[in-house]
């Protein structure tokens, strides 16, 4: 099962503005009339119920957005670049693989988020049209698509999961109770992926059961198949713990403090979750021998007595485990409880553009990834350019802030790889 992967995502660059001039006949001074360049598609990413696995995306290393397009004359506006809507199956957790920040958390059909937001488009000439300059030669270079390595990682989202020892008969119950197909085999380890199916009740509520591979003493730690699919127990609100009577597993008491002990080693609560404790396999002849030893163990546990293969006791199990859920719901409702992560959102008007930092003596740096991109869209040997960009520096703040952080005439001023001197 792929439930983890990594890739780049890339939003399209805006397109650069038009330098065009209106030459109409009965318009001899016609001035400037450069359209503005289209804006970069954005990536979206949104949960498509069609798809249970990360597995259509496991080959892809990059995903880019369509670039927008030059502005044209006329002020015609260039075309804007494609945005791309990548499906997930619900349960994707979308994280920054820089600094791990969780993103998105996208839980719900239909949800949709935005990750890489396109640059916009660069303005036309006929923006920069003043007194001083009618004809200006300059037109905006678009903006640079926001660029992101990512983290995804999949959670499969079941009411119910089944854990317990390999071959305790997780599989052979979820092939009973839903319509799902698991690998069945006389063998440990014949589940590799968690498996998950639809357990509909005669009294019309239902819920979903997920299978997961069997655990053993120290998979928390990454023995046997590790702790990689524990990930998904973490979602879902009741645990059956199928317990194995025959004592072909081993002894029942050990092999269920063995199971407890691993989930709470693997924190995050899973051993305060609801349990459903299921004595399984009640058919063979040693199980009830087995059986009373378990509960002279653990006399206050409620225990299910159930035979898969004889189909009897199987009602029982999922009416508790479905009472267990709604009784978990109506708690969740009453009492929400914090999130687990919060999600970081990128797009925040009052986050400031940029920072200015003293680098030493009449040495200032301003750091912006924004203002960056703008620097290494403009010739600096053009005047006309060099002017545009110090007049927006000086639009966004730039030149108060350097003045308030104690630079003065003559000062070096660091914006992207370039070298700039400060004026006041």
């Avoid at 999949?154 to 997780?170: E, H, M, Y």
């Avoid at 990834?369 to 927006?392: G, H, V, W």
């Amino acid at each position: 099962m792929i439930d983890y992967i990594k890739l780049h995502v890339k939003a399209g660059d805006g397109g650069r503005g038009c330098v065009a001039w209106r030459r109409e006949k009965f318009y001899p001074n016609g001035g400037p009339f450069g359209g503005d360049g289209g804006k970069g598609g954005d990536i979206y990413f949104c949960v498509d119920t069609n798809e249970t696995t990360l597995t259509k995306l496991r080959y892809t290393k990059t995903i880019k957005a369509g670039n927008g397009a030059p502005g044209l004359i006329k002020k015609m506006h260039g075309k804007s670049g494609d945005d791309i809507v990548v499906p997930v199956p619900p349960g994707t957790m979308i994280r920054n693989a820089a600094n791990n920040d969780l993103l998105a958390d996208l839980t719900q059909p239909g949800q949709k988020v935005l990750i890489a937001h396109g640059g916009k488009g660069g303005l036309g000439n006929w923006h920069f049209a003043t007194a001083r300059n009618d004809a200006p030669e300059y037109a905006q270079p678009g903006e640079i698509g926001q660029s992101l390595d990512l983290q995804l990682e999949l959670r499969l989202l079941a009411d119910c999961g089944l854990v317990g020892f390999p071959s305790v008969g997780k599989s052979t119950f979820l092939s009973i109770v839903t319509n799902a197909k698991p690998a069945i085999a006389p063998y440990q380890f014949t589940t590799l992926e968690p498996n998950i199916g639809v357990v509909d009740l005669p009294d019309g509520r239902s819920f979903v059961l997920a299978d997961m591979p069997g655990l053993i003493e120290g998979a928390a730690e990454g023995k046997g198949l590790g702790d990689e699919f524990l990930r998904h127990i973490r979602r879902c609100r009741v645990l059956i713990h199928l317990v194995d009577m025959s004592g072909q597993q081993g002894d029942p008491v050990e092999c269920y403090q063995v199971i407890n002990h691993e989930l709470a080693s693997y924190g995050h609560d899973l051993a305060e979750k609801p349990q459903i404790v299921v004595a399984g396999k009640m058919d063979d002849e040693y199980a009830p021998v087995y059986l009373e030893e378990f509960k002279k163990a653990y006399p206050d546990l409620h225990v299910f007595e159930m035979s898969a293969l004889q189909h009897k006791g199987v009602n029982e199990v999922l009416y508790a485990a479905m009472d267990a859920i709604d009784q978990a719901k109506k708690a969740e409702a009453e009492n929400p409880e914090p999130q687990e992560e919060t999600v970081v959102y990128q797009y925040q008007p009052k986050r400031p553009d940029f920072y200015i930092t003293k680098q030493g003596p009449h040495r200032y740096k301003v750091e912006s990834e924004k203002i960056d991109r703008m620097a290494e869209t403009i010739d600096f040997d053009d005047e006309n350019e060099s002017y545009q960009f110090a007049l927006k520096l000086n639009q966004m703040g730039v030149d108060k802030a350097l003045y308030q952080a104690g630079a003065r005439d003559g000062d070096q001023v660091i914006v992207g790889r370039y070298i700039m001197g400060y004026k006041e």
